[in-house]
């Protein structure tokens, strides 16, 4: 329906010309003088150019190409379009704009940028995007319109060119030490040690995941079932960790997400496995596993994920009790405090997990500054922008 009312538009512009040249030829011949005639041939110049821009196939053909295909949250991004033609048909102007789909970038930006291509048939254009937002952005198309001097005739074409990136939350490099025992021990101990652990008690065998040792692989079972098993130990899922987020529209969110993301980064590196439930109308739970996988798949879905949740951080971590209860650590993420949410810590710290809620640093509410000094039954530990390190450090030592 658009591509047939802008062929319409067109075709009375073309109209339009004719009904000119008609008219300035008629008052010439009548008129007389060397005015009329003066004016006459002047316009017919214009006119020549307009009706030959009107039977020209604007065909194009373009390409974009990334400075790279992931970013961070807040990174530079650079692009660069390439668009090719057929002949060297002059063109005063061309006006290229960027189709994307994606809301959060388009609100930020309009991309468009004008070219004065004369007799070239490929031109180069590049544009940078100073502080890409969180997200997967598609790029469906390039929108390109040229015409006259006088905008006489105008032509529009779409040529479709599909790119995907995907900005990943920015996340800070910290060391996960694997928490030993209940929230009533508190005790720490180092990865190396908790890699160190006897492993011959075998509790059972479980499906072989990126990340895994090889010499934890059981060859037997391997062998039974034509894939890879590998054995589980007690003690290894004494130290698997459950990280619920908090999705709440907040100031503070996208602090959340990077937190949430540089745990689960330090934690799949020291070697010990990871869930995810993110608390929102369009939140997933993800399995507790290991490895480079897992990593890839936590961190797309907090590229991705959206601050939206109409029900309240308490509720969730009681409608999933059975799925948080599945690790012996349980971190929760959140930008707000609520009496019924630090309930619900609790009561998953009397059950045996050891809790831990990591809160955004913000501008506190006067109740909030009151759980946080009153609270004992579980360990609060204040997040702040650049010091995820830190919150990680009072962990250890709790």
Known sequence: MSRAFSK???????????????????????????????????????????????????????????????FLFQEQVRVQIALSRKNRFPLFYIIAEEMISSSSLLSEQQIKKVLVPGFKKKLVLGYEISQMPRGEHHFT?????????????????????????????SFEELQYRPISGSAGQGSAMTARAYQNQDTSMSVGIRSYQPGDRLSLINWKATAKRNSLMTKEFEQYRSHDVMIVMDCTPSAQFETVVSFTASAIKGIIRSGTQVGLLTASDNGRSFAIRGGEGQEQQLFYHLATIKEAGTVSFAKVLENETAFIQQSRTLLLVTAQLTEKMIERARYYASQGQFVIVFLAAGSQTASEHKLVQQERGIKVCMVHKGQFAKAFSEVSRA
Do not use: H
């Open 8 to 70: 319409a538009k067109e075709f009375r512009r073309f109209l339009f010309l004719m009904g000119l040249t008609v008219l300035a030829f008629a008052y010439a011949m009548f008129q007389g003088g060397f005015v009329s005639w003066f004016l006459f041939y002047s316009f017919l110049p214009i006119a020549f150019y307009a009706f030959m821009l009107f039977f020209y196939p604007l065909s194009l053909k373009g390409e974009r190409t990334f400075s790279k295909q992931e």
């Open 141 to 169: 198309g390039i929108r390109v319109k040229t015409g006259d001097l006088f905008g006489l005739i105008e032509k529009e074409k779409q040529i479709p060119i599909e790119n995907k990136i995907v900005v990943y939350p």
